[in-house]
């Protein structure tokens, strides 16, 4: 597998969780305890960084590519 296989493979997985995380956050976020919810939005903020750090390094992998 390449190395852009593997972050393409990494970033889709990582894509999911974050959907999840969100499905979560906004359909259970009244019911859940204010600590938790809070945990969950930093977990789902943490994600969606690290997505945008994979899509740039995927990117950066295609650019020198060319």
Do not use: C, K, P
Request: glycine share 4%; net charge negative.
């Amino acid at each position: 597998m390449t190395l852009q296989s593997e972050l393409n493979t990494i970033t889709s997985t990582l894509s999911d969780v974050g959907s999840r995380l969100t499905a979560l956050v906004e359909h259970e976020g009244r019911a859940l305890d204010n600590e938790l919810y809070l945990e969950l939005v930093a977990a789902e903020r943490a994600i969606g960084a690290l997505l945008r750090r994979l899509n740039r390094a995927t990117r950066s992998i295609a650019d020198h590519r060319q």
